[in-house]
């Protein structure tokens, strides 16, 4: 099972990015998809999940600006980033494992398959 991801890129504040992540080697239409990030010195953290059935989920200080989606016939999940910070600076990870839970959604130990990470960047 791999995981690419891919969209990252220098943005203003106030701009937006969409990343995407295709998934390959496996199936993967009804498994748990979560975004995750890291900045340098910081640990991982949530940012959004879709859950079985479509239910999506998302930390709280992208909540209202990222919108989580994905496209099972292309197994691939986004994140549209709207209104983006300085704070949202991080590399970006997409994760998915068909073991997921609900109450374990948010947690990065979780999740056995992760993509490589793509680098978001905003700054003027």
């Known amino acids: 099972v791999q995981l690419q991801a891919s969209g990252g890129g220098l943005v203003q504040p106030g701009g937006s990015l969409r990343l995407s992540c295709v998934a390959s080697?496996?199936?993967?239409?009804?498994?748990?998809w979560a975004w995750f990030r890291q900045a340098p010195g910081k640990e991982r953290e949530f940012v959004a999940a879709i859950f079985r059935g479509g239910r999506s989920y998302y930390g709280d200080s992208v909540k209202d600006r990222f919108t989580i989606s994905s496209a099972n016939a292309e197994n691939t999940v986004y994140l549209q980033m709207n209104s983006l910070k300085p704070e949202d600076t991080a590399v970006y990870y997409c994760?998915?494992?068909?073991?997921?839970?609900?109450?374990?959604?948010?947690?990065?130990?979780?999740?056995?398959?992760w993509g490589q990470g793509t680098q978001v960047t905003v700054s003027s």
């Open positions: 994760a998915g494992d068909p073991r997921i839970i609900l109450s374990s959604l948010r947690i990065a130990e979780n999740y056995n398959y």
């Open positions: 080697g496996g199936t993967f239409s009804r498994q748990p």
